[in-house]
């Protein structure tokens, strides 16, 4: 089994009063990470899945002595689906202020579903964590370095899901990755949400994905698929708030000419994106490798910051001036600015613009390539 970076974490929250909150999209390991975690106590654990009907109805609506019954002696109840069950963040209230000394464990797959659900009901009563496909690092630390650095041009093209790892040179991931890219649009979002366009979503984020490492307009975007900015910001905070892509802001506090509301899309994962496009052809034969290796670094850094609970509160962006003066990745670590530049080929040269070096004359600079990427995902200091 791949031990996930965050495993000691939730083990070092259990019993500490609190519900443990472990969210992200489907089919990133979620369950089997909750079970190998309750794997290493010795209690019997009682175990809910809101898929299923009766869960539901057992669940939602109830009351602290019908919760004291169904549980009993158990000190461990494993919630899988969570968010499926209505007024689940009052169940999961009661769970910890009626029964203290039980550990509640609950999962979800849609973060804007079950987020809406208990944030209120569950103030300073969570743990709250999310999981997201597999990294280079967990990878790594489980088959070898140098085993995991070969298949690289396969995971630009495929991706980290854990099936789609899983079933590497087996000859089904592209079709697990087209299972996979529905579930994400079609099962999630539009059951979720209620969204009327499916045709429109599927649109909006195949051009958002072809525009992968650009900056992006919502205006644009609009017009391309034909519909309003306002449409288009809704339905990329939904596909975002699903683990489907996320945004990168603009960096801007000192130049004049910095674009100061600009933003950059990238995918949660390459192998959904590519997906999404239709395009899985192999590394040499693409023309978007540069991409690829941009959303690779981004979508790895942001695992790793995720993880790293000393590094929950770094702000992450990119840089450009209304000249086009560009910087790939910009951090800012209470106030303390570290910015690089990425390139799929280790010979290609790097220089920052002028523009932003004197505006920022103490930022610490730097390159990333296939030659050094693994300090700046997190494998190595």
Not at 138 to 149: N, Q, V
Not at 295 to 313: C, G, P, T
Request: with cysteine; proline share 4%.
């Amino acid at each position: 089994m791949i031990k996930r970076t965050l495993f000691p974490e939730l083990q070092r929250r259990m019993f500490q009063g609190k519900a443990i909150l472990l969210m992200g999209s489907r089919q990133v390991g979620k369950t089997t990470l909750a079970h190998s975690l309750l794997a290493e106590f010795n209690e019997p654990v009682l175990e809910f899945n809101g898929d299923e009907p009766d869960t539901r109805e057992l669940l939602a609506n109830t009351t602290s002595a019908r919760l004291k019954a169904l549980t009993g002696k158990y000190k461990i109840i494993f919630i899988d689906e969570a968010q499926r069950i209505e007024n689940i963040g009052l169940t999961l209230k009661l769970f910890t202020d009626q029964l203290p000394h039980v550990q509640v464990i609950a999962t979800g797959s849609s973060s804007f579903d079950l987020a809406n659900k208990i944030n209120e009901p569950l103030t300073g009563r969570k743990f709250e964590y999310e999981l997201y496909p597999l990294s280079f690092v967990e990878m790594a630390e489980h088959h070898g370095y140098l085993a995991e650095k070969r298949q690289l041009p396969q995971r630009l093209v495929y991706g980290y899901y854990p099936e789609v790892v899983a079933r590497t040179g087996s000859g089904d991931s592209a079709q697990i990755l087209k299972l996979l890219a529905g579930s994400y649009l079609y099962k999630d979002l539009l059951s979720l949400d209620g969204i009327r366009k499916p045709q429109l979503l599927d649109k909006l984020v195949k051009a958002i994905a072809l525009q992968l490492g650009s900056e992006v307009s919502f205006n644009e975007l609009a017009q391309l698929i034909d519909t309003n900015a306002h449409t288009v910001e809704k339905y990329i905070d939904l596909l975002e708030k699903a683990y489907v892509l996320f945004r990168l802001p603009a960096f801007s506090n000192n130049a004049r000419n910095e674009i100061k509301k600009g933003r950059k899309i990238y995918f949660y994962d390459n192998g959904i994106r590519n997906a999404l496009i239709g395009n899985l052809n192999p590394l040499e034969q693409r023309t978007d490798a540069g991409a690829l290796w941009e959303n690779f670094l981004i979508s790895e850094r942001m695992k790793y910051l995720a993880y790293q609970q000393d590094l929950l509160f770094t702000r992450r962006y990119f840089w450009r001036t209304t000249q086009q003066q560009e910087v790939d990745y910009l951090e800012d670590r209470g106030g303390k600015l570290y910015a690089w530049e990425f390139k799929w080929n280790p010979k290609a040269k790097v220089k920052f613009p002028l523009t932003f070096t004197n505006a920022y004359p103490d930022c610490i600079t730097g390159r990333v390539d296939p030659n050094n990427f693994d300090t700046f995902i997190g494998l190595t200091e």
